[in-house]
C-alpha cells in the first residue's frame, strides 16, 4: 500500500501531464491532479450549452432591431474612397471601400458610373513624344514637338488651329503658363512666348535648361544645378547653387508665402523654399522645405486650396505648409507609375495615373479594357481618413486604348477633365458613361472568424436607370461567383431577398459590378445600399458538475491517498478564482476547461480539528 502525504506545491498547481490510462472511469483529472468522484446520488453530469458567437465591434447600428442571432453588415455610401481593404475592424471606416474601377463614389450616399472619355480630334489624332495642355484665353492648346494646337472647343471631331515655334531641329521639352502668353522651352535651352494674334518671339537662350514654370508672376528656370528667375528682358538672376553638380531642379509651384521647388539626384529628393523681398527685386536664398523618403523620386508638384501635392515614383503625397514655410507630408497614396500632374477643381484634386488596372474577369456581359490603361485618379479635399492629410481618393477616368503610356498633363476645359497621353492622345469626359464598371467593399466577418451561415442579400437604388447590377460574393478567398444578377427597376428601389442558401463562410467580399443604361448611354444605375444577412454557426460545448470527494484518506484505484484536504480546497477555489483554462481528464480523454462555480458540502471536521472533509462539486465549461 502507498502512502502519499504531499501537500499541493507549485509544481501539482501547474501540472498539465495526462492522468494514466489505468485509472477507473470513477476517478478522473483536475489540472493534471488525480480525483476520486462521488458517483452516487446523480450529482455527476455532464451536459451541452450553446456556443453563440459574439461581435467583436463596437459599432451596434447593424445589429439593432434584429431577430436574436441574425446579423446584418450593411454598407450605404462609399464617399470616402478606396484603400481600405477590411470592413469590420473598429477602426475601419464605413463609407470606405477596397478597389474600384470605372465607378464614381463621391455622391455620398451611393454610387454609379464615371463618364466615359472620347479622344479629342478622332483616333488619328495622335502624337509622339511628350504632350502637355494649357489654357489660353477661352482656348485649349496641346503642345507637342515644335507646335502648339489650338481648340475651343472638345469632340472627337474638333479640329485644332496649328501654330509652329520656329525651332523645328529642337522639340519642346516643357511648358509654362501665365494665363495668356504659352511659354515654352525647346531642348537647346531656347525659352519662347507665344500669344494668339501676335505670335512667337524669343525670350531668352539659356543651355542646361531642363524646367521653366511660372510661379506668382516670376518665371523661374532650373539650370542644371542652378535655379535663376528668368522674369525680365536682363540676364537670369541666380537664386540659388545647389552645391552638388548632378542635382536637378525640375518643377515649381506657389505657396503661402513663399514659391516651392522640387529637385534632387538619384534616390534622394527635397522641395526647397524661396522667399520673394519684399520689395519685389530678388528672392531669399533656398531653403529645404521637406526631404522625401529616401527611394521615393520627384517627378511634379503642384498646389491647390492650400495644400501642396508632390508627385512621385511610388504616388502622390499631400503636404500642409507650415507657417515659417516648412512642408509636412501626409501617407502616400499609391500609384503603379509615376505622377507627373495634377489639376484642381471644386473640391477635387486629380492627378495622372499611368497604370490604371481593371484586374477583372468577366462573369457576364460586362465590358472592360483588356489590360491595364492610362487615365486619372481623384483626391476629395473634402473628406479625410487615417490621417489629416489623407484625402479620399479612388481611380477616376481612363482611356480604353491606350497603355504602357505616360499620362503627363491634366486641365479643367468648358467643365471638363481633359488628359493627355505622351506618345498618344488627348483625352476629355464624354457625355456617355463608360460601358461597365466595379467596386469591391473590402473583406468582413461580421467581427469574428468563426463560421456563419449566410442568409440572403439584398441591394437598394434610385428608380429610373435600366441598367443592370450583379454582386458577386468571394466567400474566403475563393475568387468570386455571382450571386445576384438585376435589372435596375424603374419604380421600385430594391430588390428582393436574394437567398444564399446558408452557405457557410468565415470572411466574405463583396464586388458590385455595374452596366449602364442600353436604352441612354449617359445613365447608369445609382446604387444606395448593400446588405447581407447570416447567422452564427451554433456550436456546442460541454458542462460538467464533478463531484470532487475531498477526504483526508481515499482509496483510488486500491491505493490510499493522504492528502491535507485544507489546502486541497484552496487549490480547487483558485482554480475558479484565478481564471486559469487548464486540462480535465475523464475516461481517457481530455478537455480544454474552465472552473466556473462550485458548490462546497462539507460533512465531518479533519482529524487535526483544523479544516471539513466532504464533497467539492465543481462545475466546468468546455473551451472550444
Known amino acids: 500500500m502507498a502512502e502519499i502525504t504531499d501537500t499541493f506545491s507549485e509544481p501539482y498547481s501547474l501540472a498539465q501531464a495526462a492522468l494514466p490510462s489505468s485509472f477507473s472511469p470513477s476517478v478522473v483529472g483536475v489540472n493534471g491532479r488525480p480525483y476520486l468522484i462521488d458517483t452516487t446520488g446523480g450529482r455527476y453530469n455532464r451536459r451541452g ?8 465591434t463596437s459599432d451596434q447600428r447593424d445589429i439593432l432591431l434584429l431577430p436574436q442571432d441574425i446579423w446584418r453588415q450593411s454598407f450605404e455610401s462609399w464617399h470616402s474612397g478606396a484603400g481600405q481593404a477590411n470592413q469590420d475592424r473598429n477602426d475601419s471606416i464605413a463609407s470606405r471601400f477596397n478597389q474600384s474601377f470605372g465607378v464614381n463614389p463621391w455622391t455620398k450616399y451611393e454610387f454609379s458610373l464615371l463618364p466615359a472619355t472620347e479622344q479629342l480630334g478622332g483616333a488619328s489624332a495622335t502624337y509622339t513624344g511628350d504632350v502637355w495642355l494649357t489654357l489660353h484665353d477661352s482656348e485649349l492648346i496641346v503642345v507637342n514637338d515644335d507646335s502648339l494646337y489650338f481648340y475651343d472647343t472638345l469632340s472627337a471631331s474638333a479640329v485644332a488651329v496649328s501654330t509652329v515655334v520656329p525651332d523645328a531641329a529642337n522639340p519642346i521639352i516643357d ?6 502668353i504659352i ?3 525647346h531642348a537647346d535651352g531656347k525659352i519662347y512666348k507665344t500669344e494668339a494674334g501676335v505670335g512667337t518671339t524669343l525670350h531668352k537662350t539659356l543651355p542646361g535648361t531642363s524646367f521653366v514654370e511660372w510661379v506668382k508672376d516670376y518665371l523661374i528656370i532650373g539650370d542644371e544645378n542652378v535655379l535663376k528667375d528668368a522674369t525680365g528682358s536682363s540676364s537670369p538672376h541666380t537664386i540659388y547653387t545647389h552645391p552638388d553638380t548632378a542635382f536637378r531642379w525640375i518643377d515649381a509651384c506657389p505657396g503661402r508665402n513663399v514659391i516651392y521647388i522640387l529637385g534632387g539626384i538619384g534616390e534622394r529628393w527635397v522641395v526647397h523654399r524661396i522667399t520673394i523681398n519684399e520689395d519685389g527685386t530678388a528672392f531669399e536664398t533656398a531653403i529645404v522645405a521637406v526631404t522625401l523618403p529616401d527611394g521615393e523620386i520627384g517627378y511634379s508638384i503642384g498646389e491647390y486650396l492650400g495644400f501642396i501635392f508632390i508627385g512621385t515614383n511610388k504616388g502622390v503625397r499631400m503636404a500642409s505648409m507650415e507657417s515659417d514655410g516648412s512642408l509636412t507630408l501626409g501617407p502616400t497614396i499609391p500609384t503603379s507609375q509615376p505622377v507627373h500632374c495634377f489639376e484642381g477643381e471644386d473640391r477635387f484634386v486629380w492627378f495622372g495615373n499611368s497604370e490604371i488596372d481593371p484586374v477583372y474577369t468577366s462573369l457576364g456581359d460586362e465590358q472592360y479594357p483588356s489590360g491595364v490603361v492610362c487615365g486619372l485618379g481623384r483626391m476629395d479635399l473634402q473628406t479625410f481618413t487615417v490621417t489629416a492629410l489623407t484625402p479620399a481618393y479612388a481611380n477616376d477616368l481612363f482611356t480604353g486604348n491606350e497603355t504602357g503610356k505616360t499620362v503627363k498633363s ?16 488627348v483625352y476629355f469626359e464624354s457625355d456617355s458613361k463608360v460601358p461597365s464598371g466595379w467596386l469591391t467593399q473590402g473583406v468582413m466577418s461580421f467581427s469574428v472568424e468563426d463560421l456563419k451561415s449566410a442568409l440572403y442579400q439584398q441591394a437598394k437604388w434610385i428608380p429610373g436607370c435600366a441598367g443592370r447590377l450583379y454582386l458577386d460574393l468571394a466567400f474566403d478567398s475563393t475568387g468570386y461567383s455571382r450571386f445576384g444578377r ?40 445609382r446604387i444606395t445600399r448593400w446588405e447581407l444577412r447570416s447567422s452564427p454557426v451554433k456550436g456546442k460545448a460541454s458542462r460538467w458538475e464533478v463531484p470532487i470527494m475531498n477526504y483526508e484518506e481515499l482509496d483510488i484505484d486500491g491505493v490510499k491517498y493522504t492528502r491535507d484536504v485544507t489546502q486541497e480546497l484552496e487549490t480547487l477555489m483558485d482554480l475558479i478564482e484565478s481564471g486559469t483554462v487548464f486540462t480535465y481528464q475523464e475516461s481517457g480523454r481530455s478537455y480544454q476547461v474552465h472552473a ?26 468546455e473551451v472550444l
Open 49 to 56: 450549452v450553446a456556443v453563440v458567437q459574439q461581435r467583436n
Open 175 to 180: 511648358i509654362a503658363d501665365d494665363g495668356h
Open 183 to 185: 511659354t515654352t522651352l
Open 410 to 425: 491634366v486641365v479643367t476645359f468648358q467643365g471638363k477633365r481633359v488628359f493627355a497621353v505622351s506618345g498618344g492622345g
Open 486 to 525: 438585376l435589372r435596375i427597376s424603374q419604380n421600385v428601389n430594391r430588390s428582393d431577398n436574394l437567398s444564399l442558401a446558408g452557405i457557410r463562410f468565415s470572411s466574405v467580399e463583396v464586388r458590385y459590378v455595374m452596366n449602364r443604361c442600353p436604352i441612354n448611354p449617359a445613365n447608369a444605375p
Open 596 to 621: 466556473r462555480d462550485f458548490v462546497w458540502q462539507p460533512e465531518k471536521v479533519t482529524s487535526s480539528g483544523r479544516g471539513w472533509q466532504g464533497v467539492y462539486t465543481l462545475v466546468l465549461e
